[in-house]
């Protein structure tokens, strides 16, 4: 009998379990596996990483995984309340839009409290064009009244596989806000940023020549619209299974090498697959991560665990919970 073809084979492959915040009974067969409970806290005696089960809307928990050091770059992607499935998947639970504005503030002036006088602000967020674009617009306005920070920039992240719809667009970005407070310093970071834009014509020596034609450089300056990123799924190395939405890594690492210096301090109060810790470990910062949820901060650190003994940078299709079948 002649083994499956490629494709066929390729059928077969999939994650060994769903999206971890939507599976009740999974989520709770791995509580066991935590090292940590509600409260603790987990310190890395190689690197300095620490890693929590913490509230960001709880300033003490704040002050507790921040200790005397002063974070100068924030990278955060917290919970968007915006309602995911269809017909054929079990949608999320949604608050109130005052409720979750309400928590909004009280987790970003919590991280105001103890960052240092001079740090980068970075916060992702989503809008559910259900309902009318929330929380993005009410969000950004709520940003207005924190006077600590300053505006500085609305980067959209173009995924290079969309969330797929016959009925519109299709979605295929994601926003990420970007503040300052004080006048931390930037690091122009250039990459392979593929140059799409055809068809500016210019004569130079009489010759008609098209833009590409002209431009020598392999490598070009991000703008605030990033193209050459991948959404993450499961096929990738960096995937980690069970957690939706996961930021890839190349994206963080960017955030990281422009707004950051070797050795300097980041803050991630919603660790989730613990992104943030990987690209800290490969750039050499310091990453102060946590999340409230005991089953992703032990995701987090058994990702930092699994880089380190593999160099991979996640599970792809495999098992972060070899407990578990």
């Not at 950004?140 to 609305?154: C, G, K, P, V, W």
């Not at 016959?166 to 970005?173: A, E, G, L, S, T």
């Not at 050795?263 to 490969?282: V, W, Y």
Request: hydrophobic content about 35%; aromatic content about 10%; overall charge positive.
């Amino acid at each position: 009998m002649k083994d499956r073809s490629k494709s066929e084979k390729s059928n077969h492959i999939k994650e060994p379990f769903g999206r971890l915040d939507a599976d009740i009974a999974l989520h709770d067969k791995l509580l066991k596996y935590c090292r940590l409970g509600h409260g603790d806290i987990w310190e890395d005696s190689q690197s300095g990483h620490r890693v929590g089960v913490l509230d960001a809307t709880n300033p003490e928990h704040l002050y507790r995984i921040i200790s005397s050091d002063k974070p100068s770059l924030l990278i955060n992607d917290p919970p968007y309340n915006v309602v995911v499935g269809n017909a054929n998947t079990s949608s999320l639970s949604k608050q109130a839009l005052s409720d979750y504005i309400n928590f909004s503030k009280c987790w970003v002036k919590n991280c105001i409290s103890v960052i240092g006088e001079n740090a980068h602000f970075y916060i992702w967020l989503g809008a559910d064009v259900r309902d009318n674009f929330q929380p993005l617009p009410d969000f950004m306005i709520m940003m207005r009244e924190i006077t600590e920070l300053t505006s500085r920039n609305f980067i959209t992240l173009r995924n290079q596989r969309g969330y797929g719809t016959q009925k519109n667009w299709m979605w295929v970005r994601q926003e990420l806000l970007y503040y300052i407070k004080g006048k931390p310093d930037f690091t122009v970071v250039y990459t392979d940023i593929p140059k799409i834009l055809r068809g500016y014509y210019k004569e130079v020596n009489g010759k008609r020549t098209e833009n590409m034609e002209r431009s020598k450089s392999e490598n070009i300056r991000p703008g605030n619209v990033w193209v050459d990123i991948q959404q993450v799924f499961y096929r990738m190395e960096e995937n980690v299974p069970g957690c939706y939405a996961q930021k890839p890594l190349k994206a963080i690492e960017r955030l990281v090498l422009s707004s950051s210096r070797e050795g300097d301090i980041i803050l991630d109060c919603f660790a989730h697959s613990g992104t943030t810790l990987i690209a800290g470990e490969r750039l050499k910062r310091r990453v102060l991560t946590f999340d409230v949820d005991p089953v992703f901060a032990e995701i987090t650190i058994r990702r930092l665990e699994h880089y380190r003994k593999t160099g991979r940078t996640g599970w792809q299709y495999n098992n972060p919970f070899p407990e578990i079948h």
